[in-house]
């Protein structure tokens, strides 16, 4: 049994240089906060963790090496402590925790910390270099990849969801999570981020949200996706959009829905979980919060690339021989709108069930952590609600999803 004593999260911070309130914050400080809140508010002994398993994308620069032990050193915890870094890209901080619960479950730990980070303004988005395949020449002969928007675009193509279906989304997005802002249903899982060198407070609220968002606004704003489809990279000059047709000739032509507006926010932002055992629990006292019942990944075709959910999801819930319905919250990561949207449809999920504070086009999605911080936003909802179950899941780059099942203890 793996047990969730707590999750905390930064806010989200706008994640363009000189736009946000936490750009001149260094990630390992960001982490190293996340950590020592987390530690502080469950009243442990930060010596018995045997390890901190953290997602991040861009592992280049500040974030390169090994962040997760940088962190562990940067919020002075004991030296014995350690740490480790992953990448399942936009599922890291969801796989994070899944890994803290399997060394758990496996009985060869008994606390261990899962979480997350990515300071998209100071290590942007393809910083690593790789590219969408490493440029691999060979494997870009079997799979030749295409960036994610297109991929939402296509989904949207093929599975007849309107750009005003898509910005009904966006704005549910914008208006659930400006109403969770307003009533502090964030609040249990927020902390305030301060600037390392003053103290000062950086940073208390998601900084993403714009609560004034209309239809009409989001209507008005350009597809992003139009000028990378018609760039010419293909072996013949075939452009973006022609190469992930060749893989789905039936699309005709793809119709380029995603925004700025219904698309997930460029943010700063770590997310740290505690996960116990059961006689860590028992020994020490602790009252824990929920526990994870179910985890699964699942692959997909990796030129679409953002299908994975249901698969991941069915998976999931296969272990426990449950079906949608028996599943009293959904997170579903808003990557881009259309994949809750195909993930609701697929497993015929209630819509008010699902990001029902929001989601990453309203609040941000700081890559790395973003499953880390849903999977708290999850427990927080459960609890006001006094419901039981959630399923949390993220669609990941080449043609993956992760998904894990928690319930309230
Ligand atoms: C879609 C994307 C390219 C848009 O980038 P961008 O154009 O720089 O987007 P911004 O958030 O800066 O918004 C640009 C403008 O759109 C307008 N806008 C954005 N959201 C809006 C809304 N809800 N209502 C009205 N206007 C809006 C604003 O004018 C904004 O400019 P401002 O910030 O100066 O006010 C980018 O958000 C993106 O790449 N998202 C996906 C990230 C990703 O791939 N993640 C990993 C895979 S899931």
């Known amino acids: 049994m793996a047990y969730i004593i707590d999750a905390i999260r930064t806010p989200r911070g706008r994640g363009r240089m000189g736009k946000g309130a936490l750009n001149n914050i260094h990630p390992h400080e960001l982490l190293a906060q996340s950590l020592n809140h987390l530690a502080e508010r469950a009243g442990i002994n930060k010596s018995d963790v045997d390890d901190v398993v953290i997602g991040c994308v861009s592992q280049a620069g500040e974030q390169g090496g090994d962040i997760a032990r940088m962190a ?25 925790v899944n890994f803290a619960a399997m060394g758990v479950m496996s009985g060869m730990q008994r606390l261990v910390v899962g979480g997350g980070v990515e300071s998209m303004s100071r290590v942007p988005m393809g910083a690593d270099g790789a590219g969408l395949d490493g440029n691999n020449p060979h494997l870009r002969k079997k799979h ?8 939402a675009d296509l989904i949207a193509t093929l599975e007849n969801f309107s750009r005003e279906e898509i910005d009904q989304f966006a704005l549910r997005s914008q208006q659930r999570a400006a109403q969770a802002q307003r009533e502090g249903y964030f609040k249990r899982s927020l902390f305030a981020v301060r600037d390392p ?15 004034d968002t209309t239809l009409e606004g989001l209507a008005a704003l350009e597809p992003s996706f139009v000028a990378w489809g018609s760039k ?22 793809i119709r380029h829905v ?11 932002g770590a997310a740290a979980v505690l996960v116990a055992s059961e006689d860590y629990v028992k020994a ?9 019942r179910a985890m699964a990944t699942a692959g997909a075709e990796p030129v ?12 999931a819930l296969a272990q426990l021989r449950m079906t949608p319905k028996d599943i009293d919250l959904w997170e579903i990561n808003e990557a881009f709108a259309v994949v809750p949207m195909q993930t609701m449809r697929n497993l015929g999920v209630d819509p008010e069930r699902v990001n029902v504070n ?3 086009i309203a609040l941000g999605h700081p890559l790395g952590a973003t499953g880390a911080m849903i999977l708290g936003t999850a427990i927080d909802e459960l609890e006001r609600r006094g419901l039981s179950t959630a399923l949390i899941t993220l669609c990941i780059g080449g043609g993956q999803a992760v998904a894990t099942i928690i319930e309230r203890v």
């Open 144 to 151: 030749f990849q295409v960036p994610q928007g297109i991929s």
């Open 304 to 315: 679409i690339m953002l299908t994975a959910p249901t698969p991941a999801s069915k998976k």
């Open 358 to 360: 929001g989601g990453a």
């Open 232 to 253: 010419a990279v293909g072996p013949n000059g075939e452009t973006l959009d022609q190469m992930a047709l060749k893989k789905y000739p039936q699309a005709g032509e």
């Open 197 to 211: 060198e003053t103290g000062a407070v950086a940073l208390e609220v998601d900084e993403f949200p714009r609560p």
């Open 284 to 292: 020490h006292g602790l009252k824990p919060r929920a526990r994870i």
């Open 258 to 268: 995603h925004t700025a507006g219904n698309s997930s926010g460029i943010v700063d």
């Open 72 to 96: 562990v050193l940067a919020a002075d915890w004991p030296l014995e402590v350690t740490g480790v870094s992953l990448n399942r890209y936009c599922g890291s901080g969801l796989q994070a």
